[in-house]
């Protein structure tokens, strides 16, 4: 039973730059939900994705965005990248939109921006 | 004030010991309680979910549910040096889970 893969594992990125970071659901899911973790911080929600569109959004600048493909996998995409991007970026996924679902991580990315 | 409140740590035990961790949580609207335990460098993984009040066992772990006190926590019996981790108190409702900034726990042999 493949769990949730996400890619690349680590990226480098320069201030400014745009990035896109990929996701792949657990098999039988169908909702996506991303997160971002700064260091000694709990991961904090950007947003989830069903049936290809935002459900909803927390408190990130438009600067992040999203998209759901049909096979339910997903990215995430940050423009202008700033220094204070980086971090852990995770992505979950459940079955059944919503939070009151059992949602289950990937390995996460981790953003450096310089 | 935060909407999900854990105390940072560390929390030391002896291994054999039982680990009590606990969360308290603002929003009243809160459907779903998670514990999740995240090793350094590593992803959370999911061990316990709690919709109910009361308590709800899986082996080692039992996780215990007050909605009108507005806390959760979670007991970790036989504490091992392997469950030293971050342990990740979350709560959902709507479309948006909200975390603790988590409870290093630290086990020692």
């Known amino acids: 039973d493949a769990g949730v893969t996400q890619s690349p594992t680590h990226l480098i990125k320069t201030r400014g730059q745009q990035v896109t970071l990929r996701c792949s659901p657990k098999s039988g899911h169908d909702t996506v939900s991303w997160y971002q973790q700064a260091l000694g911080q709990g991961p904090q929600f950007i947003f989830q994705?069903?049936?290809?569109?935002?459900?909803q959004r927390g408190n990130f600048p438009d600067r992040f965005s999203g998209h759901q493909f049909p096979n339910y996998s997903s990215e995430l995409n940050v423009n202008a990248l700033l220094l204070g991007d980086s971090a852990l970026y995770l992505c979950a996924s459940s079955s059944g939109t919503g939070a009151s679902y059992e949602q289950y991580f990937g390995p996460g990315t981790r953003l450096t921006v310089t | 004030q935060k909407e999900v409140e854990q105390n940072s740590g560390p929390l030391s035990v002896p291994e054999g010991a039982i680990a009590s961790l606990n969360c308290t949580y603002s929003?009243?609207?809160?459907?779903?309680f998670f514990w999740y335990r995240q090793y350094s460098g590593k992803s959370p993984e999911l061990i316990m979910f709690i919709y109910s009040n009361g308590d709800k066992e899986d082996g080692r772990f039992t996780a215990q549910l007050n909605k009108a006190s507005q806390y959760v926590s979670l007991l970790i019996r036989d504490s091992q040096p392997s469950d030293s981790a971050t342990y990740l108190c979350a709560l959902g409702g709507g479309f948006k889970t909200i975390f603790g900034a988590g409870t290093r726990l630290f086990v020692k042999a």
């Open positions: 994705y069903y049936e290809e569109e935002e459900r």
């Open positions: 929003d009243r609207g809160s459907q779903s």
